[in-house]
């Protein structure tokens, strides 16, 4: 029985590695469903090679572009964000891939989870808006959430064999991104394109931006939380800007365990597909004679704010992270259209957090109406 998987965002830098993974292993792996926003064209062509039983473009303008050039193949086509919270629920489908990008991905991803479909989650605004209810959700409906975010899933593969082990520390690698040695003078002046050439890994645009801001590895000791269970106090985050080590876990008798690898996203999204088994794989392997040193620095929360607001928003609880997404997905934006410099990012976040509605123990209802609320102040805020 080939596993039937169901990959939001097939369109993505994610999506695009995952259908890798499935053409490499046809005789384990199938995609049942595929999904995009906008890109209908490379949809098309996806679905007319894999053959999906259903394909949701999000945006329901492309609806018609769509079904009309798949209707010689006997292919489902649906639109609208509605049909990609229904389509998961399918009984064929074995797991969820979430690999949209933002807040759009925690909706779906909650109905992957009520309908008992294991997730490989790389959509990791998921967690960080609302880790709380996701885990509840999928403790009640006895659902795994396998990682696919490079560093957890190199704590996910440390903690194989350690079910009962206690983590004393989990220790997230980050690279540092493009502007790690840059001075706070350099900063204020970088551009869309220096921010969006990541020296280590290719990805889509708003994580690139989140990796040269920073913001990523905050989002990451958020999913660390909630994805192992750990205090914040017990994350520790280590600039090692080759990204080779993914990520370790300290254990309570002082040892400490690595995954190391190439930096490329499709062992981890194969981890999540094979777990708990290993399968072969062709990607690159490291050539430790191209690796001359391994290094490890501190990161610099005065340059690099947006860590340091991330680590408040994680102290504070409550919708404070979802807060700090919203407005995060906002200056994002921003910064693409060359509308905000790169520092004013961290701005507009800090003022977002100090102006939006604080809730103590929010409900899903009330992070969507923290989402709303914090877009237009935002958005208020940058013009
Ligand atoms: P991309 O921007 O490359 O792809 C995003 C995908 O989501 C595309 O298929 C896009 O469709 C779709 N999409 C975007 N917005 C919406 C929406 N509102 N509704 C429905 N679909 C939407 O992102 P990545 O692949 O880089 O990242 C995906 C997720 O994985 C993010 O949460 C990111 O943080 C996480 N991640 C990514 C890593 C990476 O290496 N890329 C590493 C670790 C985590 P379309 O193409 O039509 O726009
Ligand atoms: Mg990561």
């Known amino acids: 029985m080939k596993k039937q998987i169901a990959i939001l965002g097939s369109t ?59 209707a010689d193949l006997p292919i489902k086509v649906y639109a609208g964000s509605e049909a990609l919270c229904e389509v998961v629920t399918d009984q064929h489908i074995d797991m969820v891939l979430t690999a949209m ?24 605004e998921t967690l960080v808006v609302a880790g709380e209810l996701i885990n509840e959700l999928a403790h009640v409906n006895r659902t795994p959430i396998l990682p696919v975010d490079s560093e957890h899933s190199a704590v996910f593969q440390c903690l194989a064999g350690e079910a009962d082990t206690p983590i004393e520390k989990v220790i997230l690698t980050a690279s540092g991104g493009p502007f790690r040695t840059y001075t706070h003078e350099q900063l204020a002046h970088v551009t869309r394109q220096q921010a969006l050439k990541h020296p280590n890994w290719s990805m889509g ?7 040269a801001s920073m913001m990523n590895k905050g989002f990451e000791v958020m999913e660390a939380k909630w994805l192992f269970g750990v205090k914040p106090e017990q994350i ?52 430790w004679m191209n690796c001359a040193e391994l290094t490890f620095e501190q990161p610099d929360l005065e340059r690099f704010r947006n860590l340091a607001l991330a680590y408040e928003a994680i102290h504070r609880g409550g919708n404070m992270p979802c807060i700090v997404n ?58």
């Not at 049942?32 to 039983?53: C, G, H, S």
């Not at 933002?102 to 294991?118: D, F, Q, R």
């Open 236 to 287: 520790e985050v280590v600039v090692h800007p080759q990204s080779i080590v993914h990520s370790m876990v300290q254990f309570e008798d002082g040892a400490i365990k690595a995954q190391l690898g190439m930096p490329d996203m499709r062992l981890p999204i194969q981890y999540a597909f094979s777990y708990p088994q290993r399968i072969k794989a062709s990607f690159p392997r490291i050539n």
């Open 101 to 124: 990008v933002g807040y759009a991905g925690l909706k779906p991803t909650m109905h992957a989870i009520k309908a008992h479909k294991p997730i490989a989650l790389a959509n990791k």
């Open 326 to 383: 919203a407005a995060n997905e906002v200056v994002v934006e921003a910064f693409l259209n060359d509308r905000i410099s790169f520092l004013g990012m961290s701005d507009v976040i800090e003022q977002t957090m100090s102006r939006a509605s604080f809730l103590a123990k929010p409900s899903y209802e009330d992070y969507v109406a923290t989402d709303a609320e914090v877009r237009r102040l935002a958005a208020e805020l940058i013009h």
């Open 12 to 70: 993505g830098s994610i999506g695009t590695q995952a259908l890798q993974v499935i053409e490499e292993h046809p005789d384990l792996y199938e995609a049942y469903v595929l999904t995009a926003n906008n890109r209908v064209d490379m949809l098309i062509e996806q679905a007319r090679k894999f053959r999906p039983e259903a394909v949701v473009i999000a945006n329901e303008e492309r609806y018609n572009q769509l079904k009309e050039a798949l």
């Open 205 to 211: 645009a708003k994580i690139t931006i989140d990796s």
